[in-house]
């Protein structure tokens, strides 16, 4: 019998969800593949890029694949170098009625993708000003952290390794301050690779994660979502539970008082 109380919901701006598992639209092979993997996934925020929706034809976009009575659609400013681009991009989502949330990607450097944290603070401190639910993306940066909440975002999204790599959780330390500091949802993006990424994400108190490449480029992509989902609910639980301290010496299970000895 399940565990999980009914309380424990994610909670972005004025927006509840059960799930904390986010998922993206990217790098799927065909549309089919992206839906089976959504639906197993078990989410409820599907993050989508303008970039990929053709404005000359409005009609036939990513946005047409997707079940909007299924999903809370995220848009993204992936595509943004400056504060600026940014901006522009999400009052273009705005005027689209896609959301009133926006996750702000401000990345200037198409080599290693690392988003700029002053011109991602930048933009941010407009979109919260007119407005917007923001869920910006980060480095493992806790004083950029603490500053994007201290204006007003409603999730902070520090990387656990570079996007796109695979790499798992490289930065565990910086999220656990993060997370110790955090008075909005923390919400680890980019980099996770296998179910064991999510988990531990999850027992560090993380409050969700985002997942795209790895599912979406995994041999079975449904699957793979599947086991995100099952990752990330194990994490959640294992933080909840409140784990046993580390130890430095061995701890027997079994108590030594009354042991009969030859």
Known sequence: MSTTQPADLLRIGPHTFRSRLMTGTGKYR??????????????????????????????RSILDEIDWK?????????????????IRTARLARAMELSDLIKVEVIPDPKYLLP??????????????????????????????????????????????????????????????????ATVPVVVDAGLGAPSDACLSME?????????????RAQNPALMAEAMKLGVEAGRKAFLSGRMPVLPYASASSPSEGVVRS
């Not at 993997?37 to 925020?45: M, N, Q, V």
């Not at 560090?204 to 979406?216: H, R, S």
Request: hydrophobic letters at 50%.
């Open 204 to 216: 560090l108190g993380a409050d969700a994660c985002l997942i795209n490449t790895a599912i979406a």
């Open 70 to 86: 299924k999903y809370h659609i995220l848009p993204n400013t992936a595509g943004a170098r400056t504060a600026n681009e940014a």
């Open 30 to 59: 065909n549309a089919d593949e992206m839906n089976a993997a959504l639906e197993a996934s078990g989410c409820e925020i599907v993050t989508v890029a303008l970039r990929r929706i053709d404005l000359d034809a409005p009609m």
């Open 116 to 181: 700029d944290p002053i011109g991602t603070f930048e933009a941010c401190k407009v979109l919260v000003a007119e407005g917007f639910v923001v869920l910006p993306y980060i480095n493992a940066d806790p004083v950029l952290a603490l500053k994007l909440q201290e204006i007003g975002c409603a999730t902070v999204m520090p990387l656990g390794s570079w996007l796109g790599s695979g790499q798992g959780v490289k930065t565990a330390d910086a999220i656990r301050v993060i997370v110790e500091q």
